[in-house]
T-cell receptor, first 109, second 116 residues
Framework: GQNIDQPTEMTATEGAIVQINCTYQTSGFNGLFWYQQHAGEAPTFLSYNVLDGLEEKGRFSSFLSRSKGYSYLLLKELQMKDSASYLC??????????WGAGTKLIIKP | IAGITQAPTSQILAAGRRMTLRCTQDMRHNAMYWYRQDLGLGLRLIHYSNTAGTTGKGEVPDGYSVSRANTDDFPLTLASAVPSQTSVYFC???????????????FGAGSRLTVL
């Protein structure tokens, strides 16, 4: 079966750096996505990786290793507004998105 | 404001009743999707439509139906609601469905449905 694993919950301090990991086992691979979802709101797109390596976008970076079935989302200079759930999703060989259950990130002052 | 509009925002429904969740987008996206989101689980695809006039079944289609008469609208119908259909439902759209490019999903604000 297809599976996306990410930690259920993480806690970090304002101003710090946090890394949210995602491992996947899917039938084929056509890209990996990270979405942010604030409580009670819709998911919004953060990043897309299709090739190995690091993609940087402001305070957020996303890394992919296809050979290891692994990705991480790195958030720098954490702000209180970064408190949210972070969803990892992989597009399989049929271009269907497989979603992880999400990681709830709690930021403390 | 461009995006996706879902209605209703929230609804409490008696088991056995019929319910239609509405979804309209104004981005002229080809593909549209319905997901349900339950605590502790990832988003699960119910039905999708790659283009107007076509629909397909996702991971959890039983008890749900959809139609795509035009590009903008993609309603989801529960013919006879059951308590296990209590969930938050998200409609989403993307410009395309695969091939090159990210084809990022844009989500509506969600419809919270409670079936008693």
């Amino acid at each position: 079966g297809q599976n996306i694993d990410q930690p259920t919950e993480m806690t970090a301090t304002e101003g710090a750096i946090v890394q949210i990991n995602c491992t996947y086992q899917t039938s084929g691979f056509n890209g990996l996505f990270w979405y942010q979802q604030h409580a009670g709101e819709a998911p919004t797109f953060l990043s897309y990786n299709v090739l190995d390596g690091l993609e940087e976008k402001g305070r957020f970076s996303s890394f992919l290793s296809r050979s290891k079935g692994y990705s991480y989302l790195l958030l720098k200079e954490l702000q209180m507004k970064d408190s949210a759930s972070y969803l990892c999703a992989v597009r399989d060989r049929d271009y269907q998105l497989i979603w992880g259950a999400g990681t709830k990130l709690i930021i403390k002052p | 404001i461009a995006g996706i509009t879902q209605a209703p925002t929230s609804q409490i429904l008696a088991a056995g009743r019929r319910m239609t969740l509405r979804c309209t987008q104004d981005m002229r996206h080809n593909a549209m999707y319905w997901y349900r989101q339950d605590l502790g689980l990832g988003l699960r695809l119910i039905h999708y439509s790659n283009t107007a006039g076509t629909t397909g079944k996702g991971e959890v289609p039983d008890g749900y139906s959809v139609s795509r008469a035009n590009t903008d609208d993609f309603p989801l119908t529960l013919a006879s609601a059951v308590p296990s259909q209590t969930s938050v439902y998200f409609c989403a759209s993307s410009e395309g469905t695969g091939g090159s490019g990210a084809n990022v999903l844009t989500f509506g604000a969600g419809s919270r449905l409670t079936v008693l």
